[in-house]
């Protein structure tokens, strides 16, 4: 099972409200990411979680708050957001980050997020 | 310049045609290659990964890989309308800073009937 599920699907949120995204996988594995997706560009990059640490903040704004409960597991806290943060929100996953093959990622469906 | 290049198209081609989707890089580092297919609002899908010089073959498709002229392929065989769909190059090299992706800009492919 490659699954990386991600809740919700959907949000629309304004600029004063603090939310969350949520992901999930059960491939046992130890590295897991979050990436932002403009319309007709490539994911880019926010965050990487190794073994439950942030091994990597490419400097993305502190109203973006990642957080990793456990391997499984991984949050996006949303705080005060600007309407240019609207886009995708892709979780990927994948062994343990640790270089080569390793690293091939297995990404969930997204949230696609509306900040009004 | 960009670490990978690849042509946003659109690209169009009729069923049944074959497709070659490719990707160039600059950085000699780059050892692991990857294809994802990106459907209209949704995740990307790995299609093929590969860590070598040569061709691997999955069903329709078939990824190359050139180190020497650091350039890679995606064909598609006998393309079908449910192969419509942007592709995204993604490459990374040992111990380059663990976990990180390079994309290229991705193609989008229409297929039609």
């Known amino acids: 099972d490659t699954e990386v599920t991600q809740t919700p699907k959907h949000l629309v949120m304004g600029m004063t409200n603090k939310k969350s995204l949520k992901c999930e996988q059960h491939m046992g594995h130890r590295a897991m990411y979050w990436y932002k997706q403009k319309a007709k560009k490539p994911p880019e990059l926010m965050f990487v979680?190794?073994?439950?640490?942030?091994?990597i903040n490419e400097s993305v704004p502190s109203r973006f708050s990642p957080e990793c409960p456990n391997s499984s597991l991984l949050n996006l806290h949303l705080h005060a957001l600007q309407p240019e943060d609207s886009a995708l929100y892709l979780c990927?996953?994948?062994?343990?980050?640790?270089?080569?093959?390793?690293?091939?990622?297995?990404f969930g469906p997204g949230t696609r997020l509306l900040v009004l | 310049q960009k670490e990978v290049e690849q042509d946003p198209g659109p690209l169009s081609v009729p069923e049944g045609a074959i497709v070659s989707l490719n990707c160039t890089y600059s950085n000699s580092a780059f050892q692991y290659f990857m294809w994802y297919r990106q459907y209209s609002r949704k995740g990307p899908e790995l299609l093929m990964y590969t860590y070598s010089s040569g061709n691997k073959e999955d069903g329709r498709f078939t990824a190359q890989v050139d180190k020497s002229s650091k350039y890679i392929s995606l064909f598609i065989r006998d393309s079908q309308p449910s192969d419509s769909a942007t592709y995204l190059c993604?490459?990374?090299?040992?111990?380059?800073?663990?976990?990180?992706?390079?994309f290229g800009q991705g193609t989008e492919l229409s297929v039609k009937p």
């Open positions: 979680y190794s073994y439950e640490k942030l091994s």
């Open positions: 990927a996953s994948s062994q343990d980050g640790g270089g080569g093959l390793r690293e091939t990622q297995y």
């Open positions: 993604a490459m990374s090299g040992q111990g380059n800073q663990g976990g990180k992706l390079i």
